[in-house]
């Protein structure tokens, strides 16, 4: 069930400075993996977000993490994956992506979010995703802690085929 936190994340995700969670449309929730759609300034902005299962690394203190997928047809942006760490990474590092163990994408960082270097390595990552059973995501904080994520790909197809139906990406 999506929880007002979840839908406060979804929207937070999506950057709906002026969207109230209330406002949101939910759109899905498939395992792991929940999608709502906001307005943003009039437009339509759908996401779709998930929290790890399981979460390692020596450190004290940290803050959520996810990984948010969203469309913004106004400005003609599809599919774009941001990683939230829970942390600020490491100035000029990079997060390994790792799917099943086999496939793996680099993302670049800046503050506390990682992103796909370009539209290519979004669809290249959501093709994989679509593919898979599970997803490692490693980084390195500012502190230089090392931190592994594993996220469930379960639902991650339905809830995908759910923001694209709701954002008219074919």
């Not at 969207?19 to 943003?40: I, M, R, T, Y």
């Not at 399981?54 to 990683?83: C, L, M, N, Q, T």
């Not at 502190?143 to 990406?169: E, M, N, P, W």
Request: aromatic share 8%; with cysteine; net charge neutral.
């Amino acid at each position: 069930m999506i929880t007002k936190r979840k839908l406060a994340v979804l929207a937070a995700g999506a950057a709906c400075a002026f969207a109230s969670p209330a406002l949101a449309d939910v759109l899905a929730e498939n395992g792991a993996w929940q999608a709502v759609s906001v307005k943003e300034n009039g437009d339509t902005v759908c996401v779709m977000s998930a929290a790890p299962d399981k979460a390692e690394g020596d450190y004290a203190k940290r803050g959520d993490a996810f990984v948010i997928i969203s469309h913004r047809p106004a400005e003609k942006r599809f599919g774009e994956i941001s990683v939230q760490a829970g942390y600020d990474y490491q100035s000029g590092s990079q997060v390994i992506v790792t799917i099943d163990g086999a496939k793996t994408f680099k993302l670049f960082t800046k503050d506390g979010y990682a992103w796909a270097y370009d539209a290519d390595g979004d669809r290249d990552l959501i093709r994989a995703m679509r593919g898979g059973s599970s997803m490692v995501v490693k980084g390195t904080s500012s502190r230089g802690t090392q931190t592994t994520d594993t996220y469930s790909l379960s639902g991650f197809t339905a809830t995908s085929k759910a923001i694209d139906q709701a954002c008219g990406v074919k």
